[in-house]
Each structure stands twice: as structure tokens, then as C-alpha cells.
């Protein structure tokens, strides 16, 4: 149990809502959903994803039938449409739709997901076809209780920009003014974010500093997901922040099968009592895409697990080791950006011999493949653009700049 109110009774009285981390239907998890045994791929996991007023999960993928990708430097995710109504049998009922991925198929791409959704009746928040649309509240009055959710985006290629489709800005002044106007609204008020750094367990600076933020204009509970492995739980100024849920139920490849971080995931399970989080529980599972089951993680994997969770949660109220293992990472990841960038600035100069541009993009690419100059550009863009890239850039080359490090 992460949090209990000891002031209360035993049992609550308002919403009981469950949060599950990253969806990606593609690839075998698209497969296995088509197969259609929901009971034998969600197990015992089903009973607790239909136990709750709320069922709230992160879409990573368009459920849509177009063939017209955008641009952009990550992969171009999609799942077929049909795929809602098994999420939706299982017990998915909320689908948040502001993620990096949701506009991988443009407006048509995302026009379809929502309907896919709706048609299953899944609800959908946090994207749309326009910018009032993407930045609309979803709220319920559950139990006599008034409760709202947000959920907003780091974005990326996705964002809505000038009034158009796409994913609520986690960054925009207007998430915020929503956020304040909720507040005076509404008895519960819940910000789901989808931002940060890939891959790595302890959140960055910047999304600390935002889902703070988050909780300092009125959140009552801040959620996240994104880099794809579960990151620390803080309560902070009474306010719970899970930085990273990790994976619910996405598949990599057989390449990434050997690494069990990326299929592990948590459910949190939160009672609200009134207006006031009244308890709230993480429940370890993982995904085995060999299996093509969901698993509840017990005994020994569980405790050593949770135990895991506790030490990285631990980083956040240690100012001096977070900052070291946070510049660990920002060191790596400059070594790991470089060839990447320099490959795409040779992609797309115009005025770099063709003889001496083979030569050097023969080696570049032997690490990042990045020979289509629109994927460079976009490669580059997303780079200088996105917070999760840059911060991580900016505070390797200040240690450099500082003469803190000579690599």
C-alpha cells in the first residue's frame, strides 16, 4: 500500500479509479488481441481491471486503417480499429489519447482512433481533431463526486499546434488554465501526463518540476507515463505523483525479450473518500509475449519488485544522488545522440559534396540509420525540440562547458 488516509473508515465512499500504463496494439500484442481469448491473455488481471468506477490507460497506438504516415523520427505506430472492443471487454473504459504517437497517421488517423473508441464506448481524453477538443476535461460524477481528468502530453511531432488536431501540450499555459479552472469546479481533480525520458528509472528534472507544478495548481493525483519502465512514487504537499506506470501490455520484438524491465508495469488502484484520496495501491504485473499472457507478479518477484520501486522512489527526496545519476545518464546520452546528429545535419546539407556525403553517411549510418533526408530532418527537429532529448543534451554539454567532465 503506498497511502491510507488513518483518519478514515476501513472502506470509501467515493470513486475507486485504476491507472494502467502504456497500450500499444501492434505488432504480436495485435495478433494476440485478434485471437480473442480475453481470459486466457488477461487472467486474474480482468477481475481488477473491472473492479474499479474508472479503468484509465494510456493508447499508445491509432486504432485507424490509413496508410499515410506522417513524417516524424520515431516509428509510425498504428492497430486495427476492431481492436477497441476487446479493450474495451476486458474492462478499459478511458483511454488517453496525448502521447507522441496519437497523430503518427495525421488528423484522419486520429479521427478514426476516437471513434473506434467511442464505438466500443471508451472514452476519450487528452487529444482531438482540434485544439478545444484536445483540451477538454473528461469529467464524471461518480458517487456524488465531481471528478475531472486531464491528460496532456510532452507531444512531440503530436502536439496541437495553432488551434489544430493533435495532443494537449503538457507545456501550454492553457493546460494550466484548465487545471485552475477544474479545481474550482470540481471535488476530485486527476492530471495524466505522458512525458519524459525513455527507458530510464528515475523521471527527469523538468517532469519533477511539471508534475510538481501539476500538484502545486490544485491536483489532487498526478499520473505518468511514457518511458516505457516504471519510475519513483512521491507523495508530495498531499499530493500523489507516479512519475512512470512502465508498460501494461506492449511487445518490442524477440530482441527485447531478454529484457524483463520492459514488460513489467504497474497498476495503481486509488479510493477516493469524498473529495480526499483515501487509499491508494500498486499491483506489480508483466506481460509474456511468449505466453501471450498478463501476469500478476507474487511471492519473491513481487517483494524484490516493490523493493526496486522503493529504491528508486528514494532518489527523489536525495537531491545530490539523483543529480549524479541524472548526469550518469545525460553523459551516456550524449555519446549515444551524437552520430545520430551528425548524421542528420549531413542528410540534409545541401552543400556537401555527393562523394564525401556516401563516404561519411556510410559510417554515421552503420550506427543510426538515418539516410531519408525528411527522416533526418525530422530526426534533427525532434532533438532540438523535445525536452526529454534537449535537457538531457543542454546538461552534458554544461558539464563539458564547466570543465566537470572530460569526455
Not at 98 to 109: L, S, T
Not at 120 to 146: C, H, M, Q
Not at 167 to 174: G, I, L
Given at each position: 500500500?503506498?497511502?491510507?488516509?488513518?483518519?478514515?473508515?476501513?472502506?470509501?465512499?467515493?470513486?475507486?479509479i485504476?491507472?494502467?500504463?502504456?497500450?500499444?496494439?501492434h505488432?504480436?500484442?495485435?495478433?494476440?488481441?485478434?485471437?480473442?481469448?480475453?481470459?486466457?491473455?488477461?487472467?486474474?488481471?480482468?477481475?481488477?481491471?473491472?473492479?474499479?468506477?474508472?479503468?484509465?490507460?494510456?493508447?499508445?497506438?491509432?486504432?485507424?486503417?490509413?496508410?499515410?504516415?506522417?513524417?516524424?523520427?520515431?516509428?509510425?505506430?498504428?492497430?486495427?480499429?476492431?481492436?477497441?472492443?476487446?479493450?474495451?471487454?476486458?474492462?478499459?473504459?478511458?483511454?488517453?489519447?496525448?502521447?507522441?504517437?496519437?497523430?503518427?497517421?495525421?488528423?484522419?488517423?486520429?479521427?478514426?482512433?476516437?471513434?473506434?473508441?467511442?464505438?466500443?464506448?471508451?472514452?476519450?481524453?487528452?487529444a482531438?481533431r482540434?485544439?478545444?477538443?484536445?483540451?477538454?476535461?473528461?469529467?464524471?460524477?461518480?458517487k456524488?463526486?465531481?471528478?475531472?481528468?486531464?491528460?496532456?502530453?510532452?507531444?512531440?511531432?503530436?502536439?496541437?499546434?495553432?488551434?489544430?488536431?493533435?495532443?494537449?501540450?503538457?507545456?501550454?499555459?492553457?493546460?494550466?488554465?484548465?487545471?485552475?479552472?477544474?479545481?474550482?469546479?470540481?471535488?476530485?481533480?486527476?492530471?495524466?501526463?505522458?512525458?519524459?525520458?525513455?527507458?530510464?528509472?528515475?523521471?527527469?528534472?523538468?517532469?519533477?518540476?511539471?508534475?510538481?507544478?501539476?500538484?502545486?495548481?490544485?491536483?489532487?493525483?498526478?499520473?505518468?507515463?511514457?518511458?516505457h519502465?516504471?519510475?519513483?512514487?512521491?507523495?508530495?504537499?498531499?499530493?500523489?505523483?507516479?512519475?512512470?506506470?512502465?508498460?501494461?501490455?506492449?511487445?518490442?520484438?524477440?530482441?527485447?525479450?531478454?529484457?524483463?524491465?520492459?514488460y513489467?508495469?504497474?497498476?495503481?488502484?486509488?479510493?477516493f473518500?469524498?473529495?480526499?484520496?483515501?487509499?491508494?495501491?500498486?499491483?506489480?504485473?508483466?506481460?509474456?509475449?511468449?505466453?501471450?499472457?498478463?501476469?500478476?507478479?507474487?511471492?519473491?518477484?513481487?517483494?524484490?519488485?516493490?523493493?526496486?520501486?522503493?529504491?528508486?522512489?528514494?532518489?527523489?527526496?536525495?537531491?545530490?544522488?539523483?543529480?549524479e545519476?541524472?548526469?550518469?545518464?545525460?553523459?551516456?546520452?550524449?555519446?549515444?545522440?551524437?552520430?545520430?546528429?551528425?548524421?542528420?545535419?549531413?542528410?540534409?546539407?545541401?552543400?556537401?559534396?555527393?562523394?564525401?556525403?556516401?563516404?561519411?553517411?556510410?559510417?554515421?549510418?552503420?550506427?543510426?540509420?538515418?539516410?531519408?533526408?525528411?527522416?533526418?530532418?525530422?530526426?534533427?527537429?525532434?532533438?532540438?525540440?523535445?525536452?526529454?532529448?534537449?535537457?538531457?543534451?543542454?546538461?552534458?554539454?554544461?558539464?563539458?562547458?564547466?570543465?566537470?567532465?572530460?569526455?
Amino acid at each position: 500500500m503506498l497511502y491510507r488516509d488513518s483518519k478514515k473508515n476501513d472502506t470509501s465512499q467515493g470513486p475507486t479509479i485504476a491507472f494502467l500504463g502504456d497500450v500499444a496494439i501492434h505488432g504480436k500484442v495485435q495478433k494476440i488481441i485478434k485471437k480473442g481469448n480475453e481470459d486466457k491473455v488477461f487472467g486474474e488481471i480482468k477481475n481488477i481491471l473491472q473492479s474499479h468506477d474508472l479503468t484509465i490507460f494510456n493508447l499508445e497506438t491509432p486504432l485507424c486503417s490509413c496508410d499515410s504516415p506522417i513524417i516524424k523520427s520515431g516509428p509510425n505506430l498504428k492497430g486495427d480499429p476492431t481492436c477497441a472492443q476487446f479493450l474495451r471487454r476486458v474492462g478499459l473504459n478511458v483511454a488517453c489519447l496525448a502521447n507522441n504517437h496519437c497523430m503518427d497517421y495525421g488528423v484522419d488517423g486520429l479521427k478514426e482512433t476516437i471513434e473506434a473508441c467511442h464505438n466500443a464506448s471508451i472514452k476519450t481524453v487528452g487529444a482531438g481533431r482540434n485544439a478545444d477538443e484536445a483540451y477538454r476535461p473528461l469529467v464524471f460524477d461518480i458517487k456524488n463526486v465531481k471528478t475531472a481528468i486531464l491528460n496532456v502530453a510532452e507531444g512531440e511531432e503530436a502536439k496541437s499546434v495553432l488551434g489544430k488536431g493533435g495532443a494537449a501540450d503538457a507545456f501550454s499555459c492553457r493546460s494550466i488554465e484548465n487545471l485552475r479552472k477544474v479545481r474550482k469546479e470540481m471535488d476530485v481533480v486527476i492530471v495524466v501526463a505522458h512525458a519524459g525520458c525513455e527507458y530510464l528509472q528515475i523521471p527527469a528534472p523538468y517532469v519533477i518540476d511539471l508534475y510538481r507544478r501539476f500538484a502545486d495548481e490544485g491536483a489532487d493525483l498526478v499520473v505518468g507515463h511514457h518511458p516505457h519502465v516504471p519510475q519513483g512514487i512521491e507523495y508530495y504537499n498531499g499530493t500523489l505523483i507516479a512519475y512512470s506506470l512502465g508498460n501494461f501490455l506492449f511487445d518490442f520484438g524477440r530482441k527485447s525479450y531478454g529484457i524483463p524491465l520492459l514488460y513489467q508495469g504497474l497498476i495503481l488502484i486509488t479510493e477516493f473518500d469524498g473529495d480526499k484520496l483515501f487509499r491508494a495501491t500498486v499491483c506489480p504485473g508483466s506481460f509474456d509475449p511468449r505466453l501471450e499472457r498478463l501476469l500478476l507478479m507474487k511471492g519473491d518477484e513481487k517483494k524484490a519488485f516493490l523493493k526496486d520501486i522503493k529504491r528508486i522512489s528514494a532518489f527523489l527526496s536525495n537531491s545530490d544522488y539523483y543529480q549524479e545519476r541524472w548526469n550518469d545518464h545525460c553523459r551516456l546520452r550524449l555519446r549515444e545522440a551524437t552520430p545520430g546528429i551528425i548524421g542528420a545535419l549531413i542528410a540534409i546539407s545541401p552543400n556537401l559534396s555527393e562523394f564525401g556525403k556516401i563516404l561519411i553517411e556510410g559510417i554515421i549510418t552503420s550506427v543510426m540509420k538515418r539516410k531519408n533526408r525528411r527522416k533526418a530532418a525530422a530526426y534533427l527537429k525532434n532533438n532540438i525540440k523535445t525536452h526529454a532529448h534537449l535537457d538531457r543534451i543542454l546538461t552534458a554539454l554544461d558539464e563539458i562547458i564547466e570543465q566537470r567532465n572530460d569526455y
